[in-house]
């Protein structure tokens, strides 16, 4: 399932807890989409001549940033070059992100129109106060309003959540995971805050200003999320995401079961998985950079990375525990023997106390072992030690 993404830098005003690269200033859009038309072009030709390549692809996906930004006009353009440089699935999903606050309703039905069929709202919550805490620039009025006509328009939509705020409390938490439920969107990933190093809400944590919740308040959030989900007929699929049956996002589960990625943007992180090397790139987070070194007419990779052996059996442990669970024959393939020889004790621990599955073909958490799933994992790749 080899996917395509695109990294839109541009935002009207960066959010505290966000280290994802994004720009405030939108000056340079044209100049940055006429940058990314050029770099399509230049990906496509080395690929063309990459044995390794995938010949298909079946997701794209729209982050950033922000994609609402663009114009169904702008849009249109990358999709076109896109269609023309690779082969895209007849059924591929197509992810575009949106901003409540950065949305323009009367182009929903253009984007539809283009192709695009799944939009995901980055909401985090239902609480004004909350949304000004976090410097989101829409209200709860308008996420509301900007779902309700995306779900007149696109039959696929997410929306993102975020819990374990400051002072925040599992009531409150409880009323933002009901209200999701009650607009009738069939995809919810709901995140606990993180104070990433470099951003504005860790520095306030480093001064005083603020407090992360505590760990036993934020287990009892995480709880409440899996359970009020599961009532509703979402079923958890991966330690942060939900959905009911047929709308997990296939763009991210190509993510967490390796597959191919190919990125095109500032800060775009890619992955080819081929049948004789896994490599990863990076481009170079910084627009400026990233123009002029299209514009001279060069990839923009900033880092490139061949994958060990010894890597790849990692990020499968790590990845897989996080999400649908571990192929115990691709495990078997990359590190010589099965998964439950070479961590017999803690995959047996695992499976009796409920922690995991382990059936012919993977080892997967349950519910009760998803908020351990990276305690484990490094249990299960030491389990030889």
């Known amino acids: 399932m080899p996917s395509l993404y695109l990294h839109i830098p541009f935002c009207e005003r960066k959010c505290i807890y966000c280290n994802f690269y994004s720009v405030e200033n939108l000056d340079s859009r044209g100049r940055f989409l006429q940058a990314l038309l050029r770099e399509i072009d230049l990906r496509a030709d080395q690929l063309a001549s990459d044995p390794e390549a995938p010949t298909s692809y079946s997701t794209i996906f729209f982050g950033g940033?922000?994609?609402?930004?663009?114009?169904p006009e702008q849009l249109g353009s990358i999709l076109e070059s896109l269609r023309r440089r690779?082969?895209?699935?007849?059924?591929?999903?197509?992810?575009m992100e949106c901003n409540p606050g950065a949305l323009t309703e009367g182009w929903l039905?253009?984007?539809?129109?283009?192709g695009v069929n799944r939009l995901s709202f980055g909401v985090q919550s239902f609480h004004d106060d909350d949304?000004?805490?976090?410097?989101?620039?829409?209200t709860a009025s308008e996420a509301r309003r900007g779902i309700t006509a995306a779900m007149r328009v696109f039959d696929n939509v997410s929306l993102d959540l975020i819990f374990a705020l400051p002072g925040q409390t599992t009531e409150r938490w409880r009323s933002n995971l009901r209200e999701g439920v009650a607009l009738g969107t069939e995809h919810?990933?709901?995140y606990a805050l993180i104070?990433?190093?470099?951003?504005?809400l860790n520095a306030m944590r480093l001064s005083g200003v603020v407090s992360p919740a505590p760990d036993d308040l934020d287990a009892e959030m995480y709880a409440e999320t899996m359970e009020t989900l599961a009532e509703h007929g979402f079923h958890q699929y991966e330690v942060s995401n939900y959905a009911k049956p047929g709308r997990e996002c296939r763009h991210n589960l190509g993510y967490w079961e390796r597959q191919t990625y190919i990125s095109f943007g500032p800060s775009a992180h890619s992955f080819l998985r081929g049948e004789t090397r896994q490599e990863r790139w990076a481009n170079i987070s910084s627009l400026t950079a990233y123009l002029q070194q299209v514009e001279a007419g060069t990839l923009p990779v900033a880092s490139r990375e061949l994958l060990s052996s010894q890597l790849i059996l990692e990020e499968m442990v790590m990845l897989g525990l996080r999400s649908r669970g571990v192929n115990r024959a691709e495990f078997r393939q990359v590190a010589g023997c099965?998964?439950?020889?070479?961590?017999?004790n803690t995959v047996a621990m695992l499976a009796t106390q409920g922690y995991a599955t382990l059936s012919e073909h993977v080892l997967s958490m349950t519910p009760k072992g998803y908020p351990f799933a990276d305690r484990f994992a490094v249990e299960l790749l030491v389990?030889?030690?």
């Open 109 to 114: 039905a253009d984007y539809r129109s283009l």
């Open 86 to 95: 690779f082969v895209i699935a007849p059924d591929a999903e197509i992810t």
């Open 65 to 71: 940033g922000t994609p609402s930004l663009l114009s």
């Open 188 to 190: 919810i990933s709901a």
């Open 383 to 385: 389990g030889r030690k």
């Open 131 to 138: 949304l000004q805490f976090l410097s989101r620039i829409h």
């Open 338 to 344: 099965d998964l439950a020889e070479y961590a017999p």
């Open 195 to 200: 104070f990433e190093e470099g951003t504005p």
